[in-house]
């Protein structure tokens, strides 16, 4: 017959047993959470930003002079910085830009730099696909110069006066406008974006196999007010070509010849043509490199070349100002692009021609630039991506200073690594006990620089922080924004080695409101209050899930501005400009969540430690402190849902 214990203290005993192996379990259990973590994180990183083992031996040339009509310098004498050319060439000779044919760079209007791939030379003609629109543009401003055209408010039944009865019966087509034409905003109904070229179902295929592609177009319907919106299509430049038929008394490739490519010295180069004989100005074009360099500097000397005004200013002006929005950061004008870019802090605005595959005549008019691309005319977004990489990484932080910028990141990253060193020396001395918190600091140092610092030493580090309702909400804000934006950082990631750039879109709500949750909030509080780690992930949905709402509530406005102010278009895990853009959305989202913090603190609800310090002794703060229900945040959590919505509301705008 089994005895039982009658020691007084037995209970006890088995109590405190049972919670040491409880403690113990959870510290094996956050040990291996927080270390796999720091390892995804550490390997993930480290896999981003690898480079290549070694360099080509890369030598710069000044570009030969021949009868083209250039003048030539080298990089130094036209202030572009050489070092950051010749690693350039060094990359892309290492491999990864098997697709290049050309990039040429005219600063000050000489040609400083030049050079070809994959057999290309200085005669090579290439395929400059939509580029080709842009030449076009030019073309209408060189006609009202001359008065065959009166301006971009002239109506379409007008310009095509053969349509006109056919215009005219149809009350939105009546309103067409050649300014609409030049936009890209008529409404006309099409597509040809669903289906890739060279299918059927493209519209701008069947357009170019249509024995009357004007007659093809103007059937179409109009599903929406010409001038509200854009919409991509190249049957608004294939109008463009029958305008100047008609105002002009010859093919659009003739008239170019006359008023444009002569003037320019062009004499090298293909125009292709419609089934029925009209220039083909969607993307027939093929230029030579140093060709398309004269069409950028034409724009960049506002419309001059070599004494002669070929174009009128107020033209190249009104033609490369932004008319439209396509999206964040793209903006559009009479058939050439704008976007915004930036070379550390500072930004610059360009205005461009772009082709399908990566064409490019890019005309800096602040650094007195063009630069010119062309490609194998294929992978459009995988080309397009690689020059923006070349553009953002190199060719900009060549011919821009950025001295004032450079200055303030690494002053900033100096402050960032002197925090992180007192960190590492706190952590030696055994002030901040345990691997995970040693991770979270850490992270926060990293990410917030010398205001997580700050936060530090103003909450967790000091004596009293745990009972002061203000310092104990900074620590929950950066402790709370930390794991969201480092489930933003590890998205990124993912997304730069493995996931389609789309998927960022939908995946950045729960990847940032998981990893918040269930290695931040969750494991926080198994470690203070001694419970199971499962049981912690039941408990903290609550709280997690609201303060990732305020936290995405003040993060996504911030990044939204930066992108806009400077938009990154290619993401660098080793560029100061992404790391400073992070502590920017940080700090925005600490400041929003702070208010919440600072409630749950005040009405004594936690998700924060349950545990003072004390110079190295750590021990409970006392009884009172408890998790939150939804009887005590059902308004934080009705805020938070709004604030949901909204976030998930302007995602699917930016999906859309």
Same mark, same amino acid.
């Given at each position: 017959?089994a005895?039982?214990?009658?020691?007084?203290?037995?209970? =006890?005993?088995?109590?405190?047993?049972?919670?040491?192996?409880?403690?113990?379990?959870?510290? $094996?259990?956050?040990?291996?959470?927080h270390?796999?973590?720091?390892?995804?994180?550490?390997?993930?990183?480290?896999?981003?930003?690898?480079?290549?083992?070694?360099?080509?031996?890369?030598?710069? #040339?000044?570009?030969?002079? +021949?009868?083209?009509?250039?003048? !030539?310098?080298?990089? =130094?004498?036209?202030?572009?910085?050489?070092?950051?050319?010749?690693?350039?060439?060094?990359?892309?000779?290492?491999?990864?830009?098997?697709?290049?044919?050309?990039?040429?760079?005219v600063?000050?209007?000489?040609?400083? &730099?030049?050079?070809?791939?994959?057999?290309?030379?200085?005669?090579?003609?290439?395929?400059?696909?939509?580029?080709?629109?842009?030449?076009?543009?030019?073309?209408?401003?060189?006609?009202?110069?001359?008065?065959?055209?009166?301006?971009?408010?002239?109506?379409?039944?007008?310009?095509?006066?053969?349509?006109? %009865?056919?215009?005219?019966?149809d009350?939105?087509?009546?309103?067409?406008?050649?300014?609409?034409?030049?936009?890209?905003?008529?409404?006309i109904?099409?597509?040809?974006?669903t289906?890739?070229?060279?299918?059927?179902?493209?519209?701008?295929?069947?357009?170019?196999?249509?024995? %009357?592609?004007?007659?093809?177009i103007?059937?179409?319907?109009?599903?929406?007010?010409?001038?509200?919106?854009?919409q991509?299509?190249?049957?608004?430049?294939?109008?463009?070509?029958?305008?100047?038929q008609?105002?002009?008394?010859?093919?659009?490739?003739?008239?170019?010849?006359?008023?444009?490519?002569?003037?320019?010295?062009?004499?090298?180069?293909?125009?292709?043509?419609?089934?029925?004989?009209?220039? $083909?100005?969607?993307?027939?074009?093929?230029?030579?490199?140093?060709?398309?360099?004269?069409?950028?500097?034409?724009?960049?000397?506002?419309?001059?070349?070599?004494?002669?005004?070929?174009?009128?200013?107020?033209?190249? *002006?009104?033609?490369?100002?932004?008319?439209?929005?396509?999206?964040?950061?793209?903006? @559009?004008?009479?058939?050439?692009?704008?976007?915004?870019?930036?070379? @550390?802090?500072?930004?610059?605005?360009? @205005?461009?021609? =772009?082709?399908?595959?990566?064409?490019?005549?890019?005309?800096?008019?602040?650094?007195?630039?063009?630069?010119?691309?062309?490609?194998?005319?294929s $992978?459009?977004?995988e080309?397009?991506?690689?020059?923006?990489f070349?553009?953002?990484k190199?060719?900009?932080?060549?011919?821009?200073?950025?001295?004032?910028?450079?200055?303030?990141?690494?002053?900033?990253?100096?402050?960032? =690594?002197?925090?992180?060193?007192?960190?590492?020396?706190?952590?030696?001395?055994?002030?901040?006990?345990g691997?995970?918190?040693?991770?979270?600091?850490?992270?926060?140092g990293?990410?917030?620089?010398?205001?997580?610092? *700050? *936060?530090?030493?103003?909450?967790?580090?000091?004596? #009293?922080?745990?009972?002061?309702?203000?310092?104990?909400?900074?620590?929950?804000?950066?402790?709370? +924004?930390?794991? +969201?934006?480092?489930?933003?950082?590890?998205?990124?990631?993912?997304?730069k080695?493995?996931?389609?750039?789309?998927?960022?879109i939908?995946?950045?709500?729960?990847?940032? &409101?998981?990893?918040?949750w269930? !290695?931040?909030?969750?494991?926080?509080?198994?470690?203070?209050?001694?419970?199971?780690?499962?049981?912690?992930?039941?408990?903290?949905?609550?709280?997690? &899930?609201?303060?990732?709402?305020?936290?995405?509530?003040?993060?996504?406005?911030?990044?939204?501005?930066?992108?806009?102010?400077?938009?990154?278009?290619?993401?660098d895990?080793?560029?100061?400009?992404?790391?400073?853009?992070?502590?920017?959305?940080?700090?925005?989202?600490?400041?929003?969540?702070?208010?919440?913090?600072?409630?749950?603190a005040?009405?004594?609800?936690?998700?924060?430690?349950?545990?003072?310090?004390?110079?190295?002794?750590?021990?409970p703060?006392?009884?009172?402190?408890r998790?939150?229900?939804?009887?005590?945040?059902?308004?934080?959590?009705?805020?938070?849902?709004?604030?949901?919505?909204?976030?998930?509301? &302007?995602? *699917?705008?930016?999906?859309?």
């Open positions: 017959m005895t039982r214990s009658l020691h007084p203290g037995g209970s =006890a005993n088995r109590l405190r047993a049972r919670s040491i192996r409880t403690n113990d379990t959870n510290r $094996n259990l956050l040990s291996r959470i270390l796999f973590g720091l390892w995804i994180i550490v390997i993930l990183f480290i896999s981003a930003c690898s480079s290549k083992e070694a360099k080509t031996p890369y030598e710069y #040339q000044i570009p030969e002079v +021949t009868s083209d009509g250039w003048d !030539t310098a080298s990089l =130094a004498d036209a202030g572009l910085d050489s070092g950051t050319i010749a690693t350039m060439m060094g990359d892309i000779q290492d491999g990864g830009f098997d697709n290049l044919h050309s990039l040429v760079i600063k000050d209007g000489r040609l400083v &730099f030049e050079t070809y791939f994959r057999g290309h030379n200085e005669s090579s003609i290439d395929f400059v696909a939509s580029v080709t629109k842009s030449v076009t543009s030019i073309l209408v401003g060189i006609a009202i110069k001359q008065g065959l055209i009166e301006g971009p408010d002239q109506y379409l039944s007008e310009l095509l006066p053969s349509y006109a %009865d056919f215009l005219n019966a009350p939105l087509k009546r309103k067409l406008q050649l300014r609409h034409i030049l936009t890209m905003t008529s409404g109904e099409w597509d040809e974006e289906f890739p070229y060279g299918d059927p179902q493209n519209d701008a295929t069947s357009m170019e196999r249509n024995p %009357d592609p004007v007659k093809f103007l059937d179409r319907p109009i599903i929406r007010e010409p001038g509200t919106q854009f991509y299509s190249g049957a608004k430049t294939m109008l463009l070509s029958a305008i100047l008609e105002a002009t008394g010859m093919t659009a490739a003739d008239y170019a010849k006359q008023t444009l490519f002569d003037p320019l010295g062009i004499s090298q180069y293909r125009w292709e043509a419609y089934l029925d004989g009209h220039t $083909n100005t969607d993307g027939g074009l093929n230029m030579r490199p140093r060709d398309m360099a004269k069409i950028g500097q034409l724009m960049l000397n506002n419309g001059q070349w070599d004494g002669l005004q070929i174009v009128s200013p107020e033209w190249v *002006a009104e033609s490369t100002q932004a008319h439209t929005t396509v999206m964040p950061g793209i903006r @559009y004008g009479y058939q050439w692009w704008r976007e915004k870019q930036a070379i @550390y802090l500072e930004s610059v605005d360009p @205005y461009f021609a =772009a082709g399908f595959g990566g064409q490019l005549i890019s005309v800096y008019p602040n650094q007195n630039m063009v630069v010119i691309v062309t490609s194998e005319a $992978n459009h977004a080309n397009s991506s690689r020059i923006m070349l553009r953002n190199y060719i900009l932080p060549a011919a821009v200073p950025a001295l004032l910028s450079k200055m303030i990141l690494w002053s900033w990253t100096i402050l960032t =690594a002197g925090g992180l060193v007192f960190l590492i020396l706190d952590i030696a001395k055994g002030r901040i006990r691997f995970g918190w040693s991770v979270y600091w850490l992270l926060i990293a990410l917030f620089g010398p205001v997580g610092l *700050a *936060a530090y030493l103003l909450s967790y580090r000091h004596q #009293q922080a745990m009972k002061a309702t203000l310092s104990k909400a900074l620590g929950m804000s950066v402790f709370s +924004t930390t794991g +969201t934006v480092t489930g933003l950082i590890l998205l990124t990631v993912l997304q080695l493995f996931l389609p750039g789309g998927s960022v939908l995946l950045v709500i729960p990847v940032t &409101f998981l990893v918040g269930l !290695t931040f909030i969750a494991a926080l509080t198994t470690s203070t209050r001694h419970i199971r780690y499962w049981k912690a992930v039941r408990q903290t949905v609550l709280t997690a &899930f609201i303060s990732a709402c305020f936290v995405l509530a003040g993060l996504f406005p911030m990044l939204v501005f930066l992108s806009l102010r400077w938009f990154p278009t290619e993401v895990l080793t560029s100061p400009l992404f790391w400073i853009m992070m502590t920017a959305c940080s700090i925005a989202g600490a400041v929003v969540i702070y208010p919440f913090s600072f409630w749950m005040r009405r004594k609800l936690d998700y924060w430690p349950v545990q003072a310090v004390y110079g190295r002794e750590i021990r703060e006392g009884d009172g402190r998790l939150p229900t939804l009887r005590d945040a059902w308004g934080a959590l009705l805020l938070g849902l709004i604030v949901f919505i909204g976030i998930f509301g &302007f995602l *699917a705008m930016s999906l859309g």
